[in-house]
């Protein structure tokens, strides 16, 4: 499980003085790119490969109130990737400083190809390098199917 620590400032907490939900979901993007750079998958790297990462949905669950003062972590584990590596899904926990679970999120998206803008599956160096990682006791493997457990249509106001 990949770990990355936040203080939580000002700046993050709501009109309630804790932490925002535009909050929670500013540390899981930033814990998913520090990963992904950390496993050798930067912005620069995406680039190069013309390809880009996309939420479908983050499914929030909030069990306990954070508030400023104390640093939180946040957790990411693999939880799906489709064998071309096109969808993937994680899994992220937030701990405060004693290590309680105070909140849990389901994320899935997938990569477009940037020029396109379009789904993509992955190039091979990037795909082997995410099946050599650290898998959660439950992954599996992701097809279309999945991505459309949640599904929810347009509707326009025209």
């Known amino acids: 499980m990949f770990l990355k620590e936040f203080e939580v400032r000002w700046s993050d907490v709501d009109a309630n003085r804790h932490l925002a939900n535009s909050a929670y979901i500013n ?4 814990t998913r790119m520090a990963y992904l750079s950390k496993i050798g998958f930067g912005h620069k790297e995406f680039e190069a490969f013309g390809i880009g990462p996309v939420v479908f949905y983050e499914h929030m669950y909030y069990f306990k109130e954070v508030f400023p003062g104390k640093p939180i972590r946040v957790s990411l584990e693999w939880k ?26 389901e994320m899935m998206g997938a990569f477009i190809d940037m020029k396109k803008r379009s789904l993509t599956g992955l190039p091979d160096e990037i795909l082997q390098t995410f099946m050599a ?5 439950d992954f599996k493997f992701l097809t279309k199917e999945d991505t459309r457990k949640h599904v929810r249509l347009p509707k326009d106001l025209v």
């Open 27 to 30: 540390f899981m993007s930033h």
């Open 80 to 105: 799906g990737l489709s064998k071309d590596g096109m969808f993937f899904e994680f899994h992220h926990n937030f701990y405060d400083a004693d290590g309680k679970n105070v909140g849990h999120c």
């Open 133 to 137: 990682e650290e898998k959660a006791a």
